[in-house]
């Protein structure tokens, strides 16, 4: 939650009064299914819900050269705020170049390990 002022025609910045939750380093371990032609190459972003609340969108980046192919493990390393224990996981795709190009990559499976070595 934030608030913002006026005074005269000078807008002061908002400041928020959110309590802030610790955050932690978690890893993101994907491993998608076997679709024929459920390549994917472009960006993923992750939301994270619990029952302590939702954290930002977060890139899911990590050194690999390309992401999501099939029927492939993927690791990334996130850091996120604590949302309490995990009750639902988003994953949003933007492929690239061409936008428009359905995405037919799915996960099989996404695993969230803890503070991991």
Known sequence: MSY???IGHARLPDIDIS???PSSLLQVVVTTSDIPDGAFDGVAYITL?????STAELPLVNSQPSNFGVKATDTFSIRAADVGAINSITIRIVSYPIPAVPCRT???CVNIIPNPP
């Open 4 to 6: 913002g002022s006026r």
């Open 19 to 21: 309590p802030k939750r």
């Open 49 to 53: 819900t619990g029952l302590e609340g």
């Open 106 to 108: 799915r996960a099989n």
